[in-house]
């Protein structure tokens, strides 16, 4: 019988992610993937699916989806309600659904995305050789709408019991450490310091391609444009504002605005999971 | 050549040039250089996904690039019915009559030094900098599929339909993106171009 998940209500952006597809920045093919790649992991893991497997990422207002056979779900990220049919569930455990039954992701209590995770993966096609939704660029199934049907794997692996890991919290405050350049000398040089020194808030404008921050502008020492040149996950650009950005997973491969500098792999999850109005902070580390 | 570290596991080589930009992809992609990412820019060449970034950068100050003409990669030709709304506007600008700048365009070998903006978007050099053109002051909100515009002294074909300030030339039928295909750009950075006046 086919697996299929239909969506009964996507909520107000929720897309299809795995691992993305890096390997074509020269193309100008954004590398796109799950945003809190742990969160993701880890409820691959309590389903039994490999690490690549494609889940679902949802933007603060959940998700709702009907089950046409039994399979067995795991919603991990964000602190959010999880019902089957009506009655709770544990978040960050494997949920069996049986056929018929509709599975509901709420509104996050804390952080912002969800991930849900199906045993045998979600199998839209991929291209170039991912299934993640670009929001950027618009390659990779579209973002989830009412009545989609969404086909499901078979499963490989067997569901784990209640993982071991500890499942952070997001937090509404935090800290992001980054390493200054590769055009911390475009900027004046309080300019480090003040980023250092201020706390700036999540913009409501933020998205998977960047988390878009206000505080404190950040002043450049030297005005003349920069030609375009290669971006990174995490790069800290300044664009004309003054306002510093994030790079997230959906960031354009080129851009002509100045870079900080970029903030740590291990530090980019918390990004995903930031809301308008939280804080964050920046910490400057420097290499070994 | 300057090396500047990015992040934890990229350099950014800063050269002179564009053309030093596309000698430096070529030479690492001639050599199959370790990197998940190797994107050249119009005056660098990001390395991202390196598994040693000092091994890396060392390396690279040993290199000695080409001078002069790098073009090696495979030539294609791109169709183009030379019937934008920016012709006039731009054969005004290069003080020629329409049919000289087409010839002039036409005439030109390019190459692809780098993409961005959208998948498949390729910046071709070529021109002279003495015919580069401004982009329009309010960028046009709809550009269709194949449009082949001027920016700078770049030349660049909408693989897709997009907004845009490029001062548009005219229009190719040539499919530029296949996600479906393993190569799936048509100018991929290397590529070497020329423009071919089709009528109808």
Redesign the interface.
């Known amino acids: 019988m086919t697996r299929l998940l239909t969506v009964l209500d996507p909520g107000p952006l929720t897309t299809v992610q795995d691992r993305g597809r ?8 954004p ?1 796109s993937g799950a945003l809190d790649l742990p969160a993701a992991s880890l409820a691959n893991r309590l389903v039994g699916n490999p690490d690549d497997a494609a889940v679902l990422e949802t933007t603060l207002g959940g998700v709702s989806l009907h089950a046409s056979t039994a399979m067995t779900v795991a919603v991990t990220g964000a602190d959010a309600p999880v019902t089957v049919d009506g009655r709770s569930r544990a978040l960050a455990e494997p949920v069996a659904l049986h056929a018929g039954q509709a599975l509901t992701v709420g509104r996050t209590r804390s952080g912002l995305r969800s991930y849900v995770a199906v045993a045998g993966g979600i199998a839209v096609p991929t ?2 050789g991912s299934r993640s939704t670009d929001v950027l ?3 990779g199934p579209a973002a989830l709408s009412v009545g989609q049907e969404l086909p499901v794997g078979e499963p490989v692996g067997r569901p784990h019991g209640v993982d071991v890991s500890v499942v952070p919290r997001p937090r509404p405050s935090v800290t992001l450490r980054f ?1 200054p ?2 055009r911390a000398d475009w900027f004046t040089a309080p300019a480090l310091e003040t980023l250092t020194r201020s706390a700036y808030a999540t913009s409501p404008d933020s998205n998977r391609v960047g988390l878009r921050l206000t505080g404190p502008e950040l002043e450049r020492s030297r005005p003349e444009e920069l ?6 996950l ?2 800290i650009q300044v664009p004309a504002s003054g306002q510093p950005l994030v790079f997230l997973n959906d960031h ?3 851009g002509g605005y100045p ?1 900080l500098g ?4 291990h530090d980019l999850p918390v990004c995903a999971q930031l809301r308008p109005g939280d804080q964050v902070r920046f910490r400057r580390v420097d ?1 070994d | 050549m300057r090396c ?7 350099v ?1 080589v800063e050269v002179d040039d564009t053309a030093q930009a596309s000698a430096l ?1 070529a030479e690492a992609r001639r050599r199959g250089t370790e990197a ?11 390395f ?2 390196v598994p040693d970034v000092a091994a890396l950068t060392g390396e690279l100050l040993g290199w000695s690039l080409p001078e002069g003409d790098v073009a090696s990669g495979p030539l294609v030709e791109v169709p183009t019915r030379y019937d934008g709304p920016d012709l006039a506007a731009v054969a005004r600008l290069w003080d020629m009559t329409e049919r000289e700048a087409i010839g002039t365009h036409t005439a030109t070998d390019m190459l692809v030094a ?8 390729a910046y071709c050099t070529g021109l002279p900098a003495e015919r580069a053109v401004p982009r329009l002051d309010t960028p046009r909100t709809r550009v269709p599929a194949g449009s082949v515009g001027l920016a700078g002294a770049f030349t660049g074909v909408y693989p ?1 339909a997009s907004p845009g300030g490029w001062q548009l030339l005219g229009r190719t039928g040539l499919t530029l993106w296949d ?1 479906s295909r393993d190569q ?2 048509t100018l ?2 290397g590529t070497r171009v020329r423009f071919v006046e089709v009528h109808g």
């Not at chain 2, 780098?114 to 978007?121: D, R, T, V």
């Open positions: 890096p390997g074509w920045a020269h193309l100008g093919v590398r291209e170039l660029s618009g390659i390493r350049g590769p030609p375009s040149e290669g971006l990174v995490g790069a354009p491969t080129t870079v970029v903030v740590v792999a290499p | 500047i570290p990015v992040g934890e596991d990229a950014l992809y998940v990412d190797i994107v050249p820019a119009a005056r660098t060449v990001l991202r996904g780098f993409c961005g903006f959208a998948p498949g978007f897709t996600a799936p750009a991929a950075p």
